[in-house]
Nanobody, 125 residues
Framework: QVQLVETGGGLVQAGGSLRLSCVASGRTDSRYAMGWFRQAPGKEREFVAAIRWSDSTTYYADSIKGRFSIVREDAKNTVYLQMDSLKLEDTADYYC??????????????????WGQGTHVTVSA
């Protein structure tokens, strides 16, 4: 099993930045990919960014491309989501997820095996 804990959420003004962290523990050597997803009130959970563990290839949703970046720091078993130029519509609960068997599509919620509890981000005007 893999345990995931997200931190770093909070309140930020539009145009500002936040960095979310996801610390992994347990069977961390079994990961094929790590992803970030978000869920706004009344909406379905949606893909934000992912990183494939074998070669660090990154993938991004069109809505955040150029503003967010996913970065891994193996020494700390941590994956970060750096969020810049935040917009009101980025307000959501943000979740970290781990994939522990290979599945090609990294933007699909059902293709991840473990999830963190989430961290909330509010972007204000």
């Amino acid at each position: 099993q893999v345990q995931l804990v997200e931190t770093g959420g909070g309140l930020v003004q539009a145009g500002g930045s936040l960095r979310l962290s996801c610390v992994a523990s347990g069977r961390t050597d079994s990961r094929y990919a790590m992803g970030w997803f978000r869920q706004a009130p009344g909406k379905e959970r949606e893909f934000v960014a992912a990183i494939r563990w074998s070669d660090s290839t990154t993938y991004y949703a069109d809505s955040i491309k150029g503003r967010f970046s996913i970065v891994r720091e193996d020494a700390k078993n941590t994956v970060y989501l750096q969020m810049d130029s935040l917009k009101l519509e980025d307000t959501a609960d943000y979740y970290c997820a781990a994939q522990t068997s290979f599945r090609a599509l990294l933007g699909v919620v059902g293709n991840y095996d473990y999830w963190g509890q989430g961290t909330h981000v509010t972007v204000s005007a």
